[in-house]
């Protein structure tokens, strides 16, 4: 079974600096999705970023990219230039090739924002 | 509509009574999924709908949890005589297809079992 595991439950991160989060998963599949939302209090999850595993090529949105290290399993998430509406709970999701909607999530990290 | 839309946002029940929620996903969307949050077990895979195939129910953690999917639209997730460990955020999402594309989220039901 697939398992994803983020390490730390809590960040913090003051206001314009950078800040990254962790995440490692386990599977044994070698097509697979990863991906990191973020659940702000309104409950919503919002897809953040996603990364194909055949992909070399780390994934970025805007102010958000990831760190993708297939050997090692990881899949980390760095914040640059962090803003007050980045505060939420961020959760590292991981989907196999076969079963793309089956997402199996990570216990997430609250991320506060510091003005 | 818009985006995925769920109902109740809230709902507060007694233990043994059977309660039902509904999701309704992004037009034209085939697929649909079921997840549970919960303080204990984080977020939990349920069930998944696509197009006239089989649901995946692989997820349901008892056979008091159900699902059906009415005209490949509208989903409804029924829990019957409900236990106080059933509560928790139900979150519905929504594809275009299961391979490749962005999954949707609805902001949940949230269900308090008393």
């Known amino acids: 079974a697939q398992t994803v595991t983020q390490s730390q439950p809590e960040m913090s991160v003051q206001e314009a600096e950078t800040v990254t989060l962790s995440c490692t998963y386990d599977?044994?599949?070698?097509?697979?999705?990863l991906f990191w939302y973020k659940q702000p209090p309104s409950r919503q999850m919002i897809l953040v970023i996603r990364?194909?595993?055949?992909?070399?090529q780390n994934a970025t949105e805007n102010r958000f990219s990831v760190n993708f290290q297939k050997a090692a399993k990881s899949f980390s998430l760095k914040i640059s230039d962090s803003q007050l509406g980045d505060a939420a709970m961020y959760f590292c999701?991981?989907?196999?090739?076969?079963?793309?909607?089956?997402?199996?999530f990570g216990q997430g990290t609250i991320l506060t924002v510091h003005p | 509509g818009a985006g995925v839309s769920q109902s109740p946002s809230n709902k507060v029940t007694e233990k043994g009574k059977d309660v039902e929620l509904r999701c309704d996903p992004i037009?034209?969307?085939?697929?649909l999924y079921w997840y549970r949050q919960s303080l204990g077990q984080g977020l939990e895979f349920l069930i998944y709908?696509?197009?006239?195939?089989?649901?995946?129910k692989s997820g349901l953690p008892s056979d008091r949890f159900s699902a059906e999917r009415t005209g490949g639209s509208v989903s409804t997730l029924t829990i019957q005589r409900t236990q106080q460990e059933d509560s928790a955020v139900y979150l519905c999402?929504?594809?275009?297809?299961?391979?490749?594309?962005?999954?949707?989220f609805g902001e949940g039901s949230w269900l308090t079992v008393v």
């Open positions: 037009s034209g969307h085939t697929a």
């Open positions: 990364q194909e595993a055949y992909k070399q």
């Open positions: 999701a991981y989907a196999g090739g076969t079963s793309y909607g089956k997402l199996t």
């Open positions: 599977t044994s599949e070698s097509d697979y999705y």
């Open positions: 709908f696509q197009g006239n195939s089989a649901p995946d």
């Open positions: 999402a929504s594809s275009l297809q299961p391979s490749g594309n962005t999954i949707y």
